[in-house]
């Protein structure tokens, strides 16, 4: 099991660990080979880390391989006996890992350091020398379109487990977020999807079909204890052999998967590029996508396809031959305004992608968890709905503030994205940290977005030949809930920091 070191006794190991002797390096090399460390999760679940090296004098090289992807080992150094390096995070490319270790006999003692998280210390024995090589390819189909599915035809609404409760979700909470959808009043305005992300795999069984693990008894009564409430039900899986999280996934087993799924009952596929990444490059991923997408329509049941391949190969032009109803464009937002900000506004060029049953995927909503304020929160949900993007709560339903509530219950906001449609966003004007965003809706009006991304209070304005739009239209505020009358030529408002104001502007 993983373990943390206190700060001082951290502080102790890796002043051991960098201080290395000039002294000359043995000639047998000790550190090349690879080096197991396994994991097992309280749900049974046993992941792995691999440490690949290879020795050359006080050189050090190799990866460090994951159940989700291989990181290339930088700035490596040994003495032959402790040793340092660093990986480049996926997330964040300006911020490196670094690790720290020494060896102890078949084993070695690895503390690694990951930017924004705590120090984390494990051991890791020597094993053979194919632990951690990927599995053997299989070729992907030939390229064809897959049919539309009919599905989405506005953006999919409800809740997903992973911002909130990552690897601690459970059929208990799953059932919660259920119930508190229907008594919260989310369900009656559009949330229908209750989304189980990673961790509810467990192994395969002798005939290869998917097992749940102990935290989900039993997947199907599940999905009919959701179905009961008047909501449908999402489940994950990736086409690489394991999930992001470590887990079962559904590489060589497509088809059988999808049939599963379609026996227990479920709605809503979110499909995760990960570990596919280690056998397959991004000239295969329209392919890959398709295999599971033509396996989900064989499957006797309807199920909402979701892919989450954080933006790569220019999915919004394949997605829809893929068969996939939604694709992600960024990668996973966080629960910061940094992290919205830079996903958020960065959604302008792939207006034209979007499309009713068709839709590009911003990712899940943050609003609730705390990381940003209720003014940022709006901001967030107003730019998602302008943005025609799924509106996925990824908080705790059961104990939301009445603010949380007030965002995510805005029925004229939520019009605003499920507007039939289907029209995405983009941006009119920019001027520094001020931009405009407006969208066309089936009725010939208007949902205009005044954003301010800046530090300060400002004021923000819109013509309305801008957006298409001429004579005295009325205007209503849609966070204020009330109508404003009829502007002529141009709407000016006052917009505070990391705020909106968000109007529709309806033609007399």
Known sequence: MKSLFTATLVSAALL??????????????????????????????VSQIVLIFYQSGPKLTGKVVFSWGDLGITDGTTDGHSFHFTVMTPADSEKPAVYDGKLDGDEIEVISRWPGNNN????????????????????????????YNGLAKTPPMGWNSWNHFQEKIDDAAVRGMADAMVASGMRDAGYVYINIDDTWEGQRDAAGNIQTNRKFPDMKALADYVHSKGLKIGIYSSPGPKTCGG??????????????????????????????GKIYGNEDLQAVYQKMGEALQASGRPIVYSLCEYGMGDVWKWGPA?????????????????????IGFNQDRLAEYAAPGHWNDPDMLEIGN??????????????????????????DLRTMSAATKEILLNREVIAIDQDPAGHQAKRISKNGELEVWARPLAD??????LFNRGEREAKVSVKWSDVGMSGEPTVRDLWEHRSLGKVSREYEASVPSYGVVLIKVSPN
């Not at 010939?444 to 977005?449: E, F, M, P, T, Y």
């Open 16 to 45: 051991f660990c960098l201080v290395l002797p000039s002294t000359a390096i043995a000639a047998n090399e000790p550190l090349t080979g690879h080096w197991l460390h396994e994991d097992t999760s309280p749900d049974g679940n």
């Open 120 to 147: 984390t210390t494990y051991r890791a024995k020597r094993a053979p020398d194919t632990t951690g090589i990927a599995l053997a390819r299989i070729p992907p189909p030939a390229l064809h379109v897959v049919p």
């Open 247 to 276: 887990y079962e996934g559904s590489y060589g087993h497509e088809v059988q998967d999808a049939k599963t799924y379609a026996k227990w009952g479920f709605d809503y596929l979110k499909y995760d590029w990960c570990s596919a």
């Open 322 to 342: 893929a068969g996939a109803n939604l694709w992600r464009t960024m990668g996973d937002i966080g629960d910061s305004w940094k992290s919205m900000d830079e």
């Open 370 to 395: 705390g990381g940003m304020t209720d003014t940022e929160y709006r901001t967030h949900f107003s730019l998602w709905a302008l943005l025609a993007a799924p509106l996925l709560a990824g908080n």
């Open 444 to 449: 010939g009006s208007r949902a205009i977005g």
